[in-house]
Nanobody, 121 residues
Framework: QVRVVESGGGLVQPGGSLRLSCAAS??????????MNWFRQAPGKQRELVAA???????NYAASVKGRFTISRDNAENTVYLQMNSLKPEDTAVYYC?????????????WGQGTQVTVSS
């Protein structure tokens, strides 16, 4: 069994910062993880990729967050972080963590339950 758990969401004023964390635990090895991603879904909108980081620490960001958000990971702890600065009301969404890789016998793709981020004055 593998658990993916996000934390760090909350209510913040425009211009503020939050740091999200996501930890993958259970029957998963750090060496099998190919990448870890952050997605978000706002009410009435489709889920979108916010930031991605590969096993080799290559990063990619949505245009709307580039320069404001930073993704990083701790391979030893199977944890990925999302530092969000200069937050805007349009960043309000449920943020989901996604972990994917290649296990001993098959590929895998795990998701967390999401953490709410609300940017409002």
């Amino acid at each position: 069994q593998v658990r993916v758990v996000e934390s760090g969401g909350g209510l913040v004023q425009p211009g503020g910062s939050l740091r999200l964390s996501c930890a993958a635990s259970g029957s998963i090895s750090s060496s099998s993880i190919s990448g870890m991603n952050w997605f978000r879904q706002a009410p009435g909108k489709q889920r979108e990729l916010v930031a991605a980081i590969t096993r080799g620490d290559t990063t990619n960001y949505a245009a709307s967050v580039k320069g404001r958000f930073t993704i990083s990971r701790d391979n030893a702890e199977n944890t990925v972080y999302l530092q969000m600065n200069s937050l805007k009301p349009e960043d309000t969404a449920v943020y989901y963590c996604n972990v994917f890789g290649v296990g001993m016998y098959q590929t895998y793709d795990y998701w967390g339950q999401g953490t709410q981020v609300t940017v409002s004055s």
